[in-house]
Antibody
Framework: QVQLVQSGAEVKKPGASVKVSCKAF????????INWLRQAPGQGLEWMGW????????NYAQKIKGRVIMTTDTSTSTAYMDLRSLRSDDTAVYYC?????????WGQGTLVTVSS | ETVMTQSPVTLAMSPGERASLSCRAS??????LAWYQQKPGQAPRLLIY???TRATGFPARFSGSGSGTEFTLTISSLQSEDFAVYYC?????????FGPGTKVDLK
């Protein structure tokens, strides 16, 4: 069955970078886009951006544009989200989710804690 | 950016009751609306897409309606497993945006 399996929790200092991975199982990777979203503690969902797994083109939310890079490795069916210059308000659970518009399968989430 | 709002913030209900959750878009999004259910400690699950099409795994007591700017999620008879937070999301244009959520709580 379709599964998205994310990398484990991270603790980072302000100003550092974090790279979260999302490995896909159970479907042909390059037939669906991958979105990244995040959820701060006790808060709602925020869409961060999308990457085409077929062509590699991206669309990032304005709020984090310039600090985020999304990539894929089709040979391993894995998507990556690299967030730089981390701040305390980047502390959140980060999710990858399949599809180009609505999100029919989600990863289990990766907690990224930014703290000095 | 399309701003999504949801009401109420919290809905205190008893099992067996009918729940109606509202979602509004700041401008027309046609039927490009999804609903998600999220339980504590879990990732969200796709519940409804295309404003009214139920996703795999959800029973018929869940239904979605609306188009343009006004949408409703109805749970016809609440079961214990339905107590959760529900988010609406528009995918009519980028950036995709979510409403702040409605928590369906046990009265």
């Amino acid at each position: 069955q379709v599964q998205l399996v994310q990398s484990g929790a991270e603790v980072k200092k302000p100003g550092a970078s974090v790279k979260v991975s999302c490995k896909a199982f159970g479907y042909t990777f390059n037939t669906y886009g991958i979105n990244w979203l995040r959820q701060a503690p006790g808060q709602g969902l925020e869409w961060m951006g999308w990457i085409s797994t077929k062509h590699g083109n991206t669309n990032y939310a304005q709020k984090i544009k310039g600090r985020v890079i999304m990539t894929t490795d089709t040979s391993t069916s894995t998507a990556y989200m690299d967030l730089r210059s981390l701040r305390s308000d980047d502390t959140a659970v980060y999710y990858c989710a399949r599809d180009d518009f609505y999100f029919d399968h989600w990863g289990q989430g990766t907690l990224v804690t930014v703290s000095s | 950016e399309t701003v999504m709002t949801q009401s109420p913030v919290t809905l205190a209900m008893s099992p067996g009751e009918r729940a109606s959750l509202s979602c509004r878009a700041s401008h027309s999004i046609s039927s490009n609306l999804a609903w998600y259910q999220q339980k504590p400690g879990q990732a969200p699950r796709l519940l409804i897409y295309g404003a009214s099409t139920r996703a795999t795994g959800f029973p018929a007591r869940f239904s979605g309606s609306g188009s343009g700017t006004e949408f409703t999620l109805t749970i016809s008879s609440l079961q214990s497993e339905d107590f959760a937070v529900y988010y609406c999301q528009q995918y009519n244009d980028w950036p995709f945006t979510f409403g702040p959520g409605t928590k369906v709580d046990l009265k």
